[in-house]
């Protein structure tokens, strides 16, 4: 099996074939033509190999990237094409909210799929993203990333910003014993949210409180949710998230009204100190196991980083 890492997923792309045992790693060469498109090349043949390509969908142009990417795959001849897309961009548009607009999230699988054999994601933004593939797809986790960080940690709630992530946070919960609650959000627009109180929930008043989201992007759901629990009286308060966008200056409005912030790796962020490579790669070798294939290091030669 060998693992090539997108540019928008070159260290988790490495952390992946490190949890294969060292499976053979190479970023592919890319570079730009001079009317802006992209060229990429992959090294050595992969005839007959399983090649994992790893690359977020942070930007249009990553998008592009892994077409690319899956395409040359192919033409080296591999044998099946693992798509490994720990951040899958458009998700949030999972349905056509107005008339005349399209069901982005589906838009995107199909495309991806169609040079994949299977995909490997990571916390798909709603359970509706998951019938938008029609190609095998494996859904991991951040949730035991984050656990894995959270157990070092003093935590007496565990609180998700919005009913749509109560899965999350009750798997977290079930994760550390520890118990949650969901506050309830209303989305004024695409950067402002109003958070409430659900009644009868438990007292915050001292306590260590950890938010548990799947994406945070403009911040605004973490930035209201912690001056929500802070009036509440939440001594400490800590934010976590598996897709850390933070986009413009939302890192900077999350430290200001937290006391902690972090993120896994499934996209290149300042506070990413969980990762997901673990996960991954048990799913990697779980398939591999069950379709009878080697995932030890391959002997063929490795394809050159260039
Ligand atoms: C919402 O459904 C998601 O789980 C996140 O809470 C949301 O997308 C975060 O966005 P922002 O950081 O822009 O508030």
Known sequence: MHVLGGSASTTLAERVSRELGNAPFAIPFRKRFPDGELYLRVGGSFEGQDVVVVQSLRSDSDVIELFLLEDAVREAGARKVWAVIPYFGYSRQDRRFFPGEPVSARALARRVETDADAIITVDLHSPLNRGAFLKPLH????????????????????????????????????????????????????????????????????????????????????????????????????????????????????????????????????????????????????????????????????????
């Not at 506050?183 to 409430?196: A, G, M, N, Q, T």
């Not at 001056?227 to 413009?248: M, N, S, V, W």
């Open 139 to 306: 859904e991991a986790s951040g949730i035991p990333a984050i656990g894995r960080l959270l157990r070092e940690r003093p935590v007496d709630l565990l609180v998700s910003p919005d009913k749509g992530g109560v899965d999350r946070v009750r798997r977290m919960a079930e994760l550390l014993g520890k118990p949650w609650i969901a506050l309830e959000k209303k989305r004024i627009d695409s950067e402002r949210v109003e958070l409430y109180f659900p009644p009868a929930a438990p007292e915050v008043k001292g306590k260590h409180v950890v938010i548990v989201d799947d994406v945070i992007s403009t911040g605004g759901t973490i930035v209201e949710s912690a001056k929500l629990l802070r009036a509440r009286g939440a001594e400490a308060i800590t934010a976590t998230c598996t897709h850390g966008l933070f986009l413009k200056d939302a890192f900077e409005r999350i430290k200001a009204v937290t006391d902690d912030v972090f993120a896994t790796d499934t996209v290149e962020n300042p506070v990413e100190r969980a990762s997901v490579a673990p996960d991954i790669a048990a799913i990697l070798r779980r398939e591999l196991a069950q379709e009878g294939v080697e995932s030890e290091p391959a002997v063929h030669a490795a394809t050159a980083r260039s």
